[in-house]
């Protein structure tokens, strides 16, 4: 049942049914495919059932924390906001902190589709995009009261 | 591009005509002897065995450190230089 043992035919179709690309199995090949077959080999005895699920749960606790991470630097900015009462940098500040904002959401958006492609959890991301909308609500109206207020 | 060496340029830019097997990129000396021994004596014998392997550069980086025990550098740069020399000529 060695692999040196076996026809070049033979060796030609066991790499095509392990899906490894292969050329013409001459003198020089042959030796090379041969252990790329040992490894197929040996990798598909050894492969357990897939870790998909857990994969997907790790994705979804990093959305988690990039959402609680920009909500608290948004806090934390609009407090500095109105303690230095600088009213001529808060509009370029709130544009760029709107950016921000934005890439932010957005690659949270990206990350929780690729994890979540069943439904099941439809309602899970429907209360992420709210958690997302809200602070940028609060975010608009603190500047709209801040340029109440200039005025 | 990144850094290619000089040796690399000088191989891919032009026809590899009768240029022994040091002409490669990633092969020295030492390789070149080991090369030989197993009778690849030119560098187209060994771009030979590179379209033998269907010019997948995988392939034949596994191949050059399976038959003449080079490490990954040595044959990943003599597998690119084969390729755009390919690309180029072939």
Redesign the interface.
């Known amino acids: 049942m060695s692999l040196s043992e076996k026809s070049d035919e033979e060796l030609g179709s066991l790499l095509s049914h392990y899906g490894i690309k292969h050329g013409p199995i001459v003198d020089s090949t042959r030796h090379l495919y041969e252990r790329k077959l040992e490894k197929a080999m040996k990798q598909a005895s050894v492969k357990t059932s897939s870790d998909k699920t857990y994969y997907r749960e790790e994705e979804e606790e990093v959305t988690y924390i990039t959402y609680q991470s920009a909500a608290t630097r948004k806090r934390s900015a609009n407090m500095v906001k109105r303690s230095t009462e600088q009213h001529g940098v808060e509009g370029p500040d709130a544009d760029t902190e709107a950016a921000v904002q934005v890439t932010y959401s957005s690659t949270n958006h990206t990350s929780v589709r690729s994890g979540e492609p069943t439904g099941d959890k439809s309602t899970g991301s429907l209360w992420k995009m709210i958690l997302v909308l809200l602070p940028l609500a609060v975010l608009s109206a603190v500047c709209y009261y801040a340029y109440a207020y200039i005025v | 591009m990144s850094t290619t060496s000089q040796k690399h340029r000088d191989f891919v830019g032009e026809p590899m005509a009768d240029k022994p097997v040091t002409a490669l990129s990633g092969i020295g000396e030492t390789l070149g002897k080991k090369l030989e021994e197993n009778g690849f004596d030119k560098a187209y014998v060994v771009l030979g065995?590179f379209l033998?392997?269907?010019k997948?550069t995988e392939?034949f980086t596994?191949?050059l450190k399976?038959?003449i025990g080079a490490n990954s550098r040595q044959a990943s740069s003599c597998a690119q230089c084969l390729k755009e020399w390919c690309d180029a000529f072939l």
Do not use: I, N
Request: charged share 40%; aromatic share 10%.
């Open positions: 065995q033998l392997l269907r997948d392939m596994d191949w399976d038959s």
